[in-house]
């Protein structure tokens, strides 16, 4: 079985520990846990490693958020992966920092990196794990906030998340997302 994983954020230093970018953050961890090497790819930085008899691919696209879904949708197509066997990482306003919630479709909540995978890969019905970012900013300072760094104490808190975001992507891969989001969902 092979299994495509998403993190999404943005390349470059300026966006490297910002809050949109904890989709790349979470899956640098669980690479460097599987010494699974980072190499330049077709509209992404790919990575893999195997666990329990899976083939795990790792992409963290270059595209820059809003256009994900082109590298998604080429490496579905590339990987011959179903989109029931893709998760994709992303960071979600909506919900408080630290929570999880693993869902196997849905809207994509005004979050355009989603809305551009929904677009080229035909509809909504992907599986997403949502990373609460919290909404501590004042009307109209979305832009900041997402694309802000995150404060310490926030940062202090970010190994146990991606830890736990790193077990549901496991569980993902080998319960299946039922059990994953019943025994993992915040």
Known sequence: MKYLIVGLGNIGPEYEL???NIGFLTIDRLADQYDAKWESGRLAFKSEF??????????????????????????MKELSI???NILVLVDEVAIPFGKLR??????????????????LTGGQ????LRMGIGDDFPKGRQVDYVLGKFK???FDHLPEI???????????????IAQTMTQYND
């Open 82 to 84: 179903p989109k029931e």
């Open 18 to 20: 910002t809050r949109h």
């Open 102 to 119: 693993m869902r196997a479709k849905g809207s994509a909540a005004g979050h355009n990196g989603l809305k551009n995978i929904e677009a």
């Open 162 to 176: 991606m830890d736990k975001a790193i077990d549901m992507v496991l569980g993902f891969c080998t319960i299946g």
């Open 50 to 75: 195997k666990y329990k008899g899976r083939t795990i691919h790792l992409i963290k696209p270059t595209t820059y958020m809003n256009l994900s879904g082109k590298a998604v949708n080429y490496w």
């Open 125 to 128: 019905d992907y599986p997403r």
């Open 152 to 154: 310490q104490e926030e």
